[in-house]
Each structure stands twice: as structure tokens, then as C-alpha cells.
């Protein structure tokens, strides 16, 4: 299959192709239902508004704007979730592939591993996977695996627009200096966005987040961003 068709395919589904790779047994990639190893894996996600857009016109976006509902556990899949497995189930089967999932395990697998195989993105000093272009507004909602070898272009990475970054902004905008050195301080992240004071990064997406000067064009409209950190905050209950 021509890599033109499988863009063609994902962006339809309101999905885009985030890249692949050719796998080999140490990349952890499932085997397929044959028993015989993947030979190309292709990410799918999203880096623009049409993955938003689908998702709100599908029945799982109705149900979620009409009762907010997400997930209380990883096995528990929220509206988003159900959509993605859904969409991309259906697209493996049109394109002759395996879908997998970066969600609904046991067992879980190396989505961000992936990812850096597929295409120019490194982690952030946020721990997010930082894209040259997209810098911290996309995400990988799922994979799909071939039994076939398909030609993938040569990558063009380069370095990551973090070494260049001047001041790192993002390490200092947290309200509550929830992002340092040290990692990810879950738990003061919990309680702020929990608090009347926390509404910004609730309704606009997180603050450190939005700090990132890479991929300002393409961050998420108050309206994704604030589903984002509902199901954040409804997955991770403060104490």
C-alpha cells in the first residue's frame, strides 16, 4: 500500500499519519494475530483541529458534552478513548492492518518510544514529547500494524527546539512550580486546578503548557483544552 492512500485514509477518519517505523523485537511492538512480527507500525493522532471536529460530531463527543463524562481508571474508557478505538478499529480493517492502542491495558506499550522513532519529537523539560512544529499541542491515539513492508520517507530531525529555547519558560510558569528538575509534582497540579484559583489552566489548557513557544498556531482551542483537563483532573481526584 502507498504511504499517499494511508494519508489520505487517516485524515478522512479526521486522523493524521504521525509517522512510522519499521520494527525489530526490541521495539515491543504486539505480533500479529497470525504470530508473525509487524514489518511497518504507523502512528495516528492529531496536530490539528480535525481530530476536535470529528470527535464533537461523533455520538461519543455528544455523550461527552452532554454528561462531561471521562474516565475513572485506565480500563474505563472515556468518550475520546471509545472514539479512537472505534475509528481506528475501523480503519485497520479497511487498510489491512492491527490496531493497538496506547490506553485500555494491561498491557501498555511504549507509545512515547515510538513516537521518537516516527518522527522529530523529543521530550520536554514537561515530560510531554516536544514536536518540531507542533511543539506541545498533539497526541498519538493509536497505531496501526503491517504485515507488509511499507517505504517510509527518510526522517528529518535535527535538534530539539528545547536545546535553543531561551529561559525555558515552561519550567517557570507553573502557578504552583508544579514542573521542575525534580520531575512532575502530580499532587500540587491536582490541588490548584481543583481550587477556584486553578480555573485558567482548567478552561485554557495548562499554563506551563501554553508557555511553549513552539506550535503556538496550532494550540488547542479553549474548548479542547478545557475537556483535556477535565478528564486530567476526574482521573486523578485530589486528597
Same mark, same amino acid.
Given at each position: 500500500?502507498?504511504?499517499?492512500?494511508?494519508?489520505?485514509?487517516?485524515?478522512?477518519?479526521?486522523?493524521?499519519?504521525?509517522?512510522?517505523?519499521?520494527?525489530?523485537?526490541e521495539d515491543g511492538v504486539p505480533l500479529l494475530k497470525t504470530g508473525a512480527p509487524a514489518q511497518t507500525l504507523l502512528l495516528l493522532g492529531n496536530v490539528d483541529e480535525g481530530m476536535w471536529?470529528?470527535?464533537?460530531?461523533?455520538?461519543?463527543?455528544?455523550?461527552?458534552? $452532554?454528561?462531561?463524562?471521562?474516565?475513572?481508571?485506565?480500563?474505563?474508557?472515556?468518550?475520546?478513548?471509545?472514539?479512537?478505538?472505534?475509528?481506528?478499529?475501523?480503519?485497520?480493517?479497511?487498510?489491512? $492492518?492491527?490496531?493497538?492502542?496506547?490506553?485500555?491495558?494491561?498491557?501498555?506499550?511504549?507509545?512515547?518510544? #515510538?513516537?521518537?522513532?516516527?518522527?522529530?519529537? #523529543?521530550?520536554?523539560?514537561?515530560?510531554?514529547?516536544?514536536?518540531?512544529?507542533?511543539?506541545? #499541542?498533539?497526541?498519538?491515539?493509536?497505531?496501526?500494524r503491517f504485515a507488509a513492508r511499507i517505504a517510509l520517507p527518510p526522517r528529518d530531525d535535527g535538534p530539539s527546539p528545547c536545546v535553543s529555547c531561551a529561559g525555558q519558560p515552561c519550567l517557570?510558569?507553573?502557578?504552583?512550580?508544579?514542573?521542575?528538575?525534580?520531575?512532575?509534582?502530580?499532587?500540587?497540579?491536582?490541588?490548584?486546578?481543583?481550587?477556584?484559583?486553578?480555573?485558567?489552566?482548567?478552561?485554557?489548557?495548562?499554563?506551563?503548557?501554553?508557555?511553549?513557544?513552539?506550535?503556538?498556531?496550532?494550540?488547542?482551542?479553549?474548548?479542547?483544552? $478545557?475537556?483535556?483537563?477535565?478528564?486530567?483532573?476526574? $482521573?486523578?481526584?485530589?486528597?
Amino acid at each position: 500500500m502507498e504511504l499517499e492512500a494511508l494519508l489520505q485514509a487517516a485524515a478522512a477518519a479526521g486522523l493524521s499519519l504521525r509517522g512510522g517505523f519499521h520494527p525489530s523485537a526490541e521495539d515491543g511492538v504486539p505480533l500479529l494475530k497470525t504470530g508473525a512480527p509487524a514489518q511497518t507500525l504507523l502512528l495516528l493522532g492529531n496536530v490539528d483541529e480535525g481530530m476536535w471536529q470529528a470527535f464533537q460530531a461523533s455520538p461519543e463527543g455528544r455523550d461527552a458534552e $452532554a454528561s462531561h463524562a471521562h474516565p475513572v481508571s485506565d480500563t474505563d474508557l472515556g468518550p475520546l478513548d471509545r472514539w479512537s478505538r472505534r475509528v481506528i478499529t475501523a480503519l485497520a480493517e479497511d487498510l489491512g $492492518a492491527e490496531p493497538v492502542f496506547p490506553f485500555g491495558g494491561p498491557p501498555y506499550f511504549p507509545f512515547q518510544a #515510538w513516537a521518537q522513532k516516527s518522527e522529530p519529537v #523529543w521530550p520536554s523539560p514537561l515530560g510531554l514529547l516536544v514536536h518540531r512544529d507542533y511543539g506541545l #499541542w498533539h497526541a498519538y491515539r493509536g497505531a496501526l500494524r503491517f504485515a507488509a513492508r511499507i517505504a517510509l520517507p527518510p526522517r528529518d530531525d535535527g535538534p530539539s527546539p528545547c536545546v535553543s529555547c531561551a529561559g525555558q519558560p515552561c519550567l517557570s510558569a507553573c502557578p504552583v512550580s508544579a514542573f521542575s528538575s525534580a520531575g512532575y509534582d502530580v499532587a500540587a497540579c491536582v490541588a490548584h486546578i481543583a481550587q477556584p484559583g486553578g480555573r485558567d489552566c482548567m478552561d485554557l489548557g495548562c499554563r506551563a503548557r501554553r508557555a511553549c513557544p513552539v506550535g503556538s498556531d496550532v494550540r488547542y482551542q479553549p474548548e479542547q483544552a $478545557a475537556f483535556h483537563m477535565r478528564a486530567f483532573l476526574s $482521573a486523578r481526584p485530589s486528597t
